[in-house]
């Protein structure tokens, strides 16, 4: 078995690396570091800048703040733009996430306006609290 995982996944597929070696022949993840398991709650938050988007989606309020002034087609793109880049996209106390898109970016080669307008329409049903 092989993972490739983006995101929140990242941290269960690695634990299920660590606990079944026998089952995993890898596991690749895109925007998602590996913190070892430590003894009580978890470690990964001081592993992480404070401007990481996991960090500062986490906290109350903060996805409506950054998502809320754009419609769900934006911010969808804005998401595929940011992480098809090489560094990972880290705000500035002062900023949002879907700020440091830069939107005369093109998309990706393997992201197409009608697959965009697919999931933004998802989401735009869904919302970001949930799956689509």
Do not use: C
Not at 16 to 34: I, K, Q, S, Y
Not at 114 to 122: I, N, Q, S, V
Request: hydrophobic letters at 40%.
């Amino acid at each position: 078995m092989a993972f490739e995982i983006q995101d929140f996944g990242g941290k269960p597929a690695y634990l299920f690396a660590l606990l079944h070696p026998e089952r995993v022949l890898g596991v690749v993840t895109l925007g998602v570091p590996f913190i070892p398991p430590g003894p009580g709650p978890s470690q990964y938050q001081k592993y992480l800048p404070e401007g990481f988007y996991i960090s500062r989606w986490k906290k109350p309020g903060r996805v409506e703040a950054d998502f809320g002034p754009l419609d769900a087609k934006t911010v969808v793109r804005n998401i595929y733009i940011l992480f098809s880049r090489s560094e990972i996209p880290i705000a500035a106390e002062n900023q949002e996430i879907m700020d440091l898109a830069d939107l005369s970016t093109p998309l990706p080669p393997w992201l197409t306006e009608e697959d965009l307008a697919t999931y933004g329409a998802l989401y735009e049903k869904s919302g970001f609290q949930s799956s689509m």
